[in-house]
């Protein structure tokens, strides 16, 4: 009996895996159900027309864990846990019932208090983790975090969704040369459980290091005009980023080939690839030390706050979180 030459090719590419554009389903479970992201995040992730990274991952699962003595927590959790189910989403009672259901876990609580302890059995069953904003609601928690993850083996991030926008990349792989100066802005509501910029400040933040990397040795903190906060960092080479707390997104960055406007929000979209991503590969798109010189930068500025505007050293509250956890 002969076999076509077609035949034969489709039967080889078969087995090398050519005509399997797909890899095998990747199913995500989310804790936390208070924040509007995982509604986002799940229609993109469960899109039927999802293509690349997004056509393999599916939410499958959610803890609705909230904060009781957060509001927005509170009246946020039943509703989310409504949509979810809507959208076919299975409701579970505990971390541990998520975890045997899934391959990899969003841990969206808004509130970034308990995150150390919903992250480590996690870390503990070898699942891969994105931690929403804020990774955690002081330093040394930061820093516990990615202890975990390195002891436990187990590559994570954390990132706002400003760091994807197209301005903000496009900047940070080169557009204008070497950044010398910026300038970011963005909301900066305040909750009192949290240190000032952790709760919604972290997006401006977020994007002024995504413009200027690490390497900020220094902040002062003071206040714009108009009495909103403004947090000013000394970066090694002479460079200066400027958080200013505004309505909007937006800033100003120079480089060495120019200057350019930036603050365009691109949606969750951009931040939702660069996660599935991660799913498949393992690979983190924001390293561990940047994300903990953001933290390090927002600590030092509520330091300098309660110094009254003294400059403060990201090296010194590193040193000072570090000693808490060594206790």
């Not at 975990?148 to 900047?171: C, I, M």
């Not at 000032?196 to 972290?202: A, C």
């Not at 010194?316 to 570090?322: F, G, L, N, P, R």
Request: hydrophobic share 40%.
């Amino acid at each position: 009996m002969k076999t076509s030459l077609s035949t034969l090719l489709i039967a080889a590419f078969s087995f090398f895996g050519i005509l399997n554009s797909h890899a095998e389903e990747i199913k995500i479970g989310i804790i936390g159900l208070d924040t509007s992201h995982v509604i986002a995040f799940t229609k993109a992730f469960n899109d039927v027309k999802a293509e690349g990274p997004l056509a393999d991952c599916k939410v499958v699962a959610a803890y609705p864990k909230g904060s009781p003595d957060i509001e927005s927590s509170v009246s946020r959790v039943p509703k989310y846990t409504a949509q979810l189910k809507e959208m076919g989403v299975e409701i579970v009672p505990s971390i541990e019932a998520l975890l045997e259901k899934v391959d990899a876990v969003c841990l969206e609580t808004n509130d970034g208090r308990p995150h150390l302890e919903q992250v480590l059995p996690v870390l503990k069953a070898k699942k891969r983790v994105f931690i929403d904003k804020p990774i955690a609601a002081s330093l040394e928690d930061s820093i516990a975090i990615f202890e975990a993850s390195k002891k436990y083996g187990v590559p994570l991030f954390s990132s706002s969704s400003l760091r994807f926008a197209a301005q903000n990349q496009a900047v940070r792989n080169g557009s204008i040369g070497k950044v010398t100066y910026a300038k970011t802005g963005s909301p900066a509501s305040i909750e009192k459980t949290h240190p000032d910029l952790f709760w919604y400040g972290i997006h401006g933040v977020e994007s002024l290091f995504t413009l200027m990397g690490t390497g900020c040795e220094s902040v002062v903190r003071s206040t714009t005009d108009d009495g909103k906060i403004r947090v000013t960092g000394k970066w090694s080479g002479g460079r200066t980023g400027i958080f200013e707390e505004r309505k909007g997104y937006g800033g100003t960055v120079k480089g060495e080939k120019g200057e350019v406007e930036i603050g365009k929000y691109d949606g969750y979209k951009p931040l939702v690839i660069e996660i599935a991503k991660y799913f498949h590969t393992g690979k983190v798109p924001v390293s561990p030390e940047e994300t903990l010189e953001i933290y390090a930068f927002m600590e030092a500025a509520d330091e300098s706050k309660r110094q009254g505007g003294k400059e403060i050293t990201l090296a010194s509250v590193m040193k000072t979180a570090k000693a808490k956890l060594d206790k």
